[in-house]
């Protein structure tokens, strides 16, 4: 790791994540999935991760919770440093322990990640036995309290059921629940409301948003969805092709983004919300991570690209530490670390 990658990791970071980068080797090559990525999450803060599809984003928090998908092989390298400890560094055994217990997880498909066949309540006690080694009536207390914190309504009945017999919105529920179950410090939530109906998913990301303020929990949402952005997080990071280009806080952010990319991604959401007959996206493909681009990723798709993009990658100057920072030669570097 360069020193332009470091992060504080003070008392009051939760996660810090630096000089992340995962290959995975697959039968068509080397697929160069994470280059350099850094972000930090403070206990009581929602950050975004965001991007196009195929930026980087789950792989991220695959790469954190080290649940990579299966090539041939894969590598990762970097910091995840996580209640003192540095999570890529931990056997596989210590990890179980601190998956779903003290990092949870939620994704886009509850139901690919509830077991058809068991009840939700047992499901939930299964990961209360499993992590707390709780049980009798302790137990059945514990998952009534998961639930009531994901706001189920009917309680019995949504403990009694199947996950099929459940609606979309309560099946996401019901995963949040087991997520919220042992109390974890922080929640990394993969496109949770993207297959929902926008009613729901309005009301899904409100109890996330409450839950990191009232429990104090760190959230990670991963989302290509500028909107749900807005309404639920503190600060944000723009991931392109494997890597950060742009981190700020929200306000900051929608205000007055810095990279092109940003710019143009905020561009398709306010055409999107002003109606427009046309809906205006980047032109242009991510490049293809088996051979990543010299120089600036974002160059062949920018009309700002000069001779430097593609000499040098502005991403290896971004620093994760400054208040706010953008991997582009047009933006000025007030800290006077430009090479
Ligand atoms: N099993 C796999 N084998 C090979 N390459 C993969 C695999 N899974 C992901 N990748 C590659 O890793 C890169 C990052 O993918 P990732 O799934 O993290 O993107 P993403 O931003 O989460 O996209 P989406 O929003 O579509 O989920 C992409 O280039 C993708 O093609």
Redesign the pocket.
């Known amino acids: 790791m360069n020193s332009l990658t470091a992060i504080s990791a003070g008392p009051e970071t939760l996660l810090s994540v630096a000089g992340l980068s995962t290959e995975?080797r697959?039968r068509k090559g080397t697929?160069h999935?994470?280059h350099n990525v850094g972000f930090t999450v403070r206990p009581g803060e929602a950050i975004a991760i965001v991007?196009?599809?195929?930026?980087?984003?789950?792989?991220?928090a695959?790469s954190i919770m080290r649940v990579l998908?299966?090539?041939i092989d894969k590598v990762t390298s970097g910091h995840v440093r996580f209640g003192g400890t540095d999570l890529l560094t931990l056997s596989e055994a210590a990890m179980r322990r601190i998956r779903g217990a003290r990092i949870a997880m939620i994704f886009q498909d509850p139901m690919s990640h509830l077991d058809p066949l068991m009840r939700i309540g047992d499901q939930i006690s299964e990961v209360l036995h499993a992590h707390k080694k709780l049980s009798g009536e302790v137990l059945q207390n514990a998952v009534r309290d998961a639930l009531a914190a994901a706001q189920i309504p009917d309680i019995e009945r949504v403990a009694g059921s199947y996950p099929h017999q459940l609606s979309g919105g309560l099946r996401q529920r019901a995963l949040i629940a087991m997520a919220l179950a042992c109390d974890p410090q922080l929640l990394i939530a993969?496109?949770p409301t993207t297959a929902l109906d926008v009613t729901t998913q309005k009301q899904i990301l409100q109890l996330l948003r409450q839950l990191v303020t009232e429990r104090q929990m760190g959230l990670v949402l991963?989302t290509?969805d500028l909107g749900v952005v807005a309404n639920i997080c503190d600060r944000v990071y723009v991931?392109y092709a494997?890597q950060v280009i742009e981190h700020a806080d929200v306000h900051d952010f929608f205000d007055r983004p810095q990279h092109p990319y940003s710019q143009g991604l905020l561009a398709s959401l306010k055409s999107l919300s002003e109606g427009s007959e046309r809906l205006s996206s980047i032109p242009g493909a991510?490049p293809?991570?088996l051979a990543p681009p010299s120089g600036c990723r974002f160059r062949a798709r920018c009309g700002y690209a000069m001779d430097i993009c593609a000499a040098q990658d502005p991403a290896q100057r971004l620093r994760h530490d400054n208040h706010r920072d953008a991997a582009c030669w047009l933006v000025e570097d007030k800290e006077g670390t430009n090479v």
Request: net charge neutral; with cysteine.
């Open positions: 995975l697959t697929v999935a994470l991007g196009e599809s195929g930026c980087g984003k789950s792989m991220t695959r998908p299966r090539p993969d496109e991963i290509h991931m494997g991510v293809n991570l």
